[in-house]
């Protein structure tokens, strides 16, 4: 990195990293300019920053990831340092070098350090001459699928497959039998190719349920290198961190030493200056292993912040202008504990099925040791183009347990209506006894987490939506009685036929031997507070034609007014249609019209919200229509193929 001073800061991100950069810029005194794409014209980013430069359409490979539009826009608006954020462009060495050649100050690492650590497998010889502990492996230039499944046999499973060139998880796969080596192996090339634009693979024996823990280490242009302790981010899936704390409920001072020294010279090997984490798995042993080093800022960054009381965003600032690091390793301190979560749009009933489409209210958590960074405005639209994840909400306590109480009550009072979240795994995650006593591994999510499906709700809940539903039509009066409404409504799977009548002030809301009687004592266009059996409750709501979406604190509902429509569509069991389940693109097409496919068979693959997803047959039968072609952007449940299915006799 060619430290140098600078006065206005191109922010090369959106969302929530974007915002939350802006802000630390500013209150340094830069000037700020966001850079955003189509999808992204009326994104809180672009809002808050001084001045925004549009950048593209919205898929990132023309946006967000095209160096040569990126560095254009510092040139037009006067730029002359430029933020990658973390994810797209951050670990490009490619884009380092592009901002230096145009005397852009970038402020990260320098591009021959991004180059090293990006490329895992340099990394890992790195370390290994650095002297620094690295997980058995392979890790060559040599790539056939003979000579991979050699080297999986000699180094044995359980195994896991990277990207020698990524990272997030993408081109990642665990492995626990040879026998699915091979479609591993393609499955991991094909998703590393279209995630990194390069398809190497290494190998690497799984150390199962270890915990994953981080070093976060910063280094000047004078050579001082320091570490400012540890991130557990053991809580993970799809080998994307979700929970992530500081300090490790598992590291004593001893190994943290042991653990921050290791990592101060993994940094100094490569000459490193800025922000990076080194990333290790600690098994049960007490053994560590290096993973691999994010040459730049780390999502889970603010814990990190709220244990030292540092602002790591304005030390990045600060040593891209060549100041020395303020303080010496033995000045750095850990203030009580801090806890973050990740909140995503997804599904975590569906494999964790990325959603998309609108949200009709967005209201963050506020309160002692709160903190939510997000970028998002109080309504708007997820796209499939970008990350699924939504916000992160951080708490901090004089202890672990006070930070775990907090972050629960956080979640509960932040609000996102219309797209579904992953906000009532997260509350049972943070309250099962494992993670409450500190024992979470990274197998946490796989044996500890519930995600089956959720129980019908109760009669009340069930009484107030017939009532959201009902009100201001409900009011018709018959000469011996108030009428009565039928509301038919539908939660999932499951439908409800409800009669509702107000009188005077109350609502009467009946069903099959059941009732209630409802007062509505304050209603706003998304706030209710009602009175049901002498007891006052409030809840959030949002509707949105004929659905309404309810936020009763720990749990999420949406519930759909079926009185007056049509009997719902067959489903792909029944008719063979294969739909798309999200908005997103087609990838691949695996059959053809007139093939067979039996159940099971993955006909199309589809990436949204940077995961790809197989689409399998549902039964035996003949493709009977190819509805798309690869390349296609198809919205949720277009038609994707057609499977005339097998009859069973």
Partial sequence: MTAGRFRKVLIANRGEIACRIIRTARAKGYGTVAVYSEA????????????????????????????????????????????????????????????????????????????????????????????????????????????????????????????????????????????????ALNAARSEARNAFGDDRLLLERA????????????????????????RDCSVQRRHQKVVEEAPSP???????????????????????????????????????????????????????????????????????????????????????????????????????LPQTGAFHLFEPATGEGIRVDHGLEDSGVITPFYDPMLAKIIAHGAGREEARRRL??????????????????????????????????????????????????????????????????GQGWHSSHWLQHPVKLQIGETEKNLHTARAGAFWNVASDGESAKLRILEKTSDRLRYEVDGRMRTLRFARADDTLYLDLGRRVLTIEDRTFAPPATADAKADGILRAPMNGSVIAIRVTEGARVTRGDIVAVLEAMKMQHEIVAPADGTIEQVAVQPGAQVATRDPLVVVKLETVA
Wanted: with cysteine; hydrophobic share 45%; glycine share 8%.
């Fill in 40 to 183: 992204d014209a009326d994104a809180r980013h672009v809002r808050l920053a001084n001045e925004a430069v549009a950048i593209g359409p919205a898929p990132a490979s023309q946006s967000y990831l095209a160096i040569d539009k990126i560095i254009d826009a510092a040139r037009k608006s006067g730029a002359d340092a430029v933020h990658p954020g973390y994810g797209f462009l951050s670990e490009n060495a490619a884009f380092a070098q592009a901002c230096a050649d145009a005397r852009l100050i970038f402020i990260g690492p320098s591009a021959e350090a991004i180059r090293v650590m990006g490329d895992k497998a340099q990394a890992k010889h790195r370390m290994i001459a650095a002297g620094v502990p690295c997980v058995p492996g392979y890790q060559d230039s040599e790539q056939s699928d003979a000579r991979l499944t050699q080297e999986a046999s000699r180094i044995g499973f359980p195994l896991v497959v990277k990207a020698a060139a990524g990272g997030g998880g993408r081109g990642m796969r665990l492995l626990r039998e040879p026998s699915v080596l091979a479609a």
């Fill in 207 to 230: 150390v199962t349920d270890a915990r994953h823990v981080e070093i976060q280490v910063f280094g000047d242009s004078q050579g001082n290198v320091i570490h400012l302790g540890e």
């Fill in 250 to 352: 598992a590291v004593h001072d001893d190994l943290r030493a042991r653990m921050g020294a290791a990592a101060v010279k993994a940094a100094k090997a490569i000459g490193y200056v800025g922000a990076g984490t080194v990333e290790f798995l600690l098994d049960s042993h007490g053994e560590f292993y290096f993973l691999e080093m994010n040459t730049r800022l780390q999502v889970e960054h603010p814990v990190t912040e709220f244990v030292t009381g540092l602002d790591l965003v304005a030390l990045q600032f600060d040593v891209a202008e060549g100041e020395p690091l303020p303080l010496a390793q033995a000045d750095v301190r850990l203030e009580g504990y801090a806890i973050e979560v990740r909140l995503y749009a997804e599904d975590a009933r569906r494999q964790f």
């Fill in 408 to 473: 629960i009550a956080a979640l509960e009072n932040t609000v996102l209506l219309g797209v579904t979240t992953n906000k009532d795994l997260l509350i049972d995650m943070l309250e099962t006894e494992v993670f409450t006593q500190g024992g979470a591994t990274t197998e946490f999510i796989e044996k500890h987490t519930n995600v089956t499906p959720l129980a019908a709700p109760d009669f009340e809940t069930m009484a107030v939506a017939a009532m959201l539903f009902s009100d201001g039509s």
